[in-house]
Nanobody, 124 residues
């Protein structure tokens, strides 16, 4: 059974950095699109960054500040978040796409395995 476990969230000041990790088991992250979503209280879940075979994608709000990459020695997808802003606060989830070798999309219905989330709070 595929599983995803996020870690790395926490409290950071505005302008700071955090690195989130999404540890996968039961499948290889090299074969599926993995996307980071986030959800702030009272708001819809939104796509932040995606990685798939040969491609990465970012939402406009994080492009140039966040970097998504696969772990070199483990079955994980990491999200390096720099120049953090208070509006980046929320719970961050990683998710695996339904189809192998599929495209990067920010539609939650295209993902059928989700982690439990890790909270990120950016103070001003």
């Amino acid at each position: 059974q595929p599983q995803l476990v996020e870690s790395g969230g926490g409290l950071v000041q505005s302008g700071g950095s955090l690195r989130l990790s999404c540890a996968a088991s039961g499948f290889s992250v090299n074969y599926y699109a993995i996307t980071w979503f986030r959800q702030a209280p009272g708001k819809e879940r939104e796509g932040v960054s995606c990685i798939t075979h040969g491609r990465t994608d970012y939402s406009a709000s994080v492009r140039g500040r966040f970097t998504i990459f696969r772990g070199s020695a483990d079955n994980a997808v990491n999200l390096q978040m720099d120049s953090l802003k208070p509006e980046d606060s929320g719970t961050y989830f990683c998710a695996r796409a339904r189809q192998s070798f599929g495209p990067c999309v920010f539609d939650t219905s295209e993902y059928n395995y989700w982690g439990q989330g890790t909270p990120v709070t950016v103070s001003s």
